[in-house]
């Protein structure tokens, strides 16, 4: 079972060239999507297959009803996101060229106690999954993660947005860290550019206290260690539409496949396939391929791998 603990965002997205100061633009396009980094990650775990449930908050309006929806329509448990009083969570998102810029007013998402965490996984056994972020209180990450790692679970931590001062005991609660570049620079004082600084960075971060990491490198894909050893996963040659929630998708798709018994590295690499596909779509939940979807692109590139052997 796969427990996402995060945020629920009505995402706002405008597709415009992105304003300077004091300028004032008009959008190709405007939509309202179902958004915030642990429903999308929620979503994404529930479709790729495995059994999920999402704690979160909502406000009592109507974007809370429709957050809630989606999670339902995707399969997601939701009896665990529960109504405060004050607004749903929004993202005003900028899409420009595909890639995007986001501003988040966390309203419920703040809205946590620490007593309602420990109700929350009060069920959660030895070998399930806790996903979290950093869109909701680092507090209540904390709490829940050592609660996590008490009870035997493996626990994920994609620590975006990156958030300054996080308490450095966080990161001795977590298995498995999925920053992106920009996350991974500011976590370790080192930019990924090249297989040197990649090395130094995910030393930094066992430093740090986790155990595995992913470091997701935009158009040069990802690339997974697990102790001495780092893996590249690369990018397919894909047309961008959007990349909202393409790391969510990824950190969904590895829990998804870790659940389901698969090797740390295989799981990544399925991830990668799912996240290159919600890359070629709009939105963010609604971006987030079926299963069928992301295992047919995972086997094009198993026999792509056996193609290039042969040659
Ligand atoms: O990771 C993408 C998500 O970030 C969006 O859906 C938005 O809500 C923000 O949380």
């Not at 996402?4 to 415009?16: C, F, H, K, P, Q």
């Not at 309006?61 to 995707?74: E, F, I, M, P, W």
Request: net charge negative.
């Amino acid at each position: 079972m796969i427990y996402v603990l995060g945020s629920l965002n009505l995402d706002y997205v405008a597709r415009t060239r992105v304003p300077k100061r004091g300028e004032t633009v008009l959008a190709d396009s405007f939509e309202t999507f179902c958004g915030g980094k642990g429903a999308n990650q929620a979503v994404a775990a529930a479709k790729l297959g495995c059994k999920t449930a999402m704690i979160g908050r909502v406000g009592a309006d109507d974007a809370g009803k429709r957050l809630k929806a989606n999670l339902c329509t995707a399969g997601v448990d939701e009896s665990r996101v529960l109504e405060k009083g004050a607004d749903s969570g929004l993202a005003m998102i900028w899409v420009e060229s595909g890639d995007n810029r986001i501003v988040v007013a966390p309203n419920a998402n703040f809205r946590f106690e620490t007593r309602e965490i420990d109700e929350a996984l009060a069920d959660a056994k030895e070998g399930d999954i806790l996903i979290t972020q950093l869109e909701i209180p680092p507090a209540i990450v904390l709490h829940a993660l050592k609660s996590a790692k008490a009870k035997g679970m493996v626990t994920i931590l994609d620590p975006a947005p990156a958030v300054p001062d996080l308490p450095a005991e966080i990161f001795s609660f977590v298995d498995i860290i999925k920053p992106n570049e920009t996350e991974t620079e500011i976590l370790t004082g080192i930019n990924p550019t090249d297989e040197v600084h990649i090395a130094l960075a995910v030393k930094k971060l066992y430093a740090l206290g986790v155990t595995k990491a992913v470091l997701s490198l935009g158009k040069r894909g990802a690339v997974c260690a697990e102790g001495q050893t780092i893996t590249l996963i690369e990018a397919q040659n894909i047309k961008v539409v959007d990349t909202t929630a393409a790391g969510d998708t990824f950190v969904g798709a590895l829990a998804s496949k870790l659940g389901a018994g698969f090797d740390f590295v295989t799981a990544c690499r399925f991830a990668n396939c799912a996240a290159q596909i919600t890359i070629t779509r709009k939105g963010a939940a609604e971006s987030i391929p079926t299963l069928a979807e992301a295992e047919e692109a995972f086997e094009l590139t198993k026999n792509e791998k056996r193609k290039t052997k042969n040659d």
